[in-house]
């Protein structure tokens, strides 16, 4: 029978101290399984129940700059913030959550239309879009039909890509599996690690395609060290680690690809997540050697998934075109007043 490496030498970050206390996530993605929201893990379900303001609006009314502004102000005064970054435009935030004020700051709009659960118990709605001067708006209409028609058509060719980079990634891993020691995986991760307590898994991602290309918060974790797994046998690994933590108080990373396959996967105070590099290094985990399929199917994943971040470039491009015509019928001073407003009462 096999039996485990005692050592291994994985290739390891130290974490250094949080980058000006702020975590970034992604709470949902564009995957190869279409948009795909973890909005639930925004708040991990070990904790204390939040209160949340959930945003509304069109384009432009100034939901993400409301985010930002009280993300700032809550930094400045000493909290730790983590910043849930939008996946069409990673500049922009779906939501805030100040953990120590047990608070959350929420898009709510589409393609994530969200609702406080109970009104006034768990949270509330509000409304920026009511600052909009709809009649005058309303002249536009036609120019954002086209417009929103055009964002739609590059949104289903990006889509369409990356399901063909996630077929191919799914395939790679699944080759991989049949060539790999499992038992042996399994039994070097249970004697290397300690299980979180029982619980329920918190369930976000740390990457996504976007307008601007892969986006990647894995450095803006918390974790004391990071290992990395390198290669297809790596994602292997990652596999047999989410089974194993699967009813803990832990935090899973899903990969924007296979959405139901993890990236990064928390176990105690270390990371375990998939390297960039290709090339594997975990040989002595092999029963058989990995088969010439799973080069090719990594490399076209990844021609596909550049010709997504293009598709995805111009969706940005028509989403500003379409702010740009909202922006000239918003009340920013009623705006501005309301944040100001949300503002005192927050007291942060």
Known sequence: PHHPPRQHSFPTRRSSDLSNGKRRYFPGANTGRGFIGHFEGIVPPWSEPHYTYVLKGG???????????????????????????????????????????????????????????????????????????????????????????????HYKNAF?????????????????????????????????????????????????????????????????????????????????????????????????????????VRIGDTMLCAADDTRSTLNEFLLSPLSDFIPFAMQEAETLTAQAVEELRLCKRTHDAIETIYRPFVDYDHVERETNRLLETLKL
Do not use: W
């Open 160 to 264: 369409a890509c990356l399901s063909a980079a996630g077929s191919l990634r799914r395939a790679a891993v699944s080759e991989a599996a049949r060539s790999a020691d499992l038992t042996m995986i399994r039994t070097f991760l249970k004697e290397g690690f300690t299980l979180p307590k029982e619980g329920t898994p918190r369930i976000l991602f740390l990457t996504s395609p976007t307008p601007a290309g892969v986006a990647d918060f894995r450095e803006a974790q918390d974790a004391e060290n990071t290992v990395y797994l390198p290669g297809v046998l790596g994602a292997v690994f990652l596999n047999e680690a989410m089974k194993l933590v699967q009813n803990t108080q832990t935090e899973i990373f899903l990969h924007p690809l296979t959405p139901e396959a993890p990236q990064c």
């Open 59 to 153: 384009p432009g009314v100034g939901k993400s700059t409301l985010m930002k502004k009280c993300a700032a102000i809550a930094r400045a005064n000493g909290f730790t913030v983590e910043e849930f970054r939008c996946a069409s435009d990673p500049e922009s935030f779906d939501a805030v959550r100040i953990p120590q004020r047990r608070l959350v700051l929420l898009d709510g709009t589409a393609p994530h239309t969200i609702d406080p659960a109970m009104p006034g118990i768990d949270g509330e709605t509000l409304d920026l879009g009511r600052f909009l001067h709809k009649e005058v708006f309303k002249r536009r209409r036609e120019e954002l039909f086209v417009l929103a028609e055009e964002n739609r058509a």
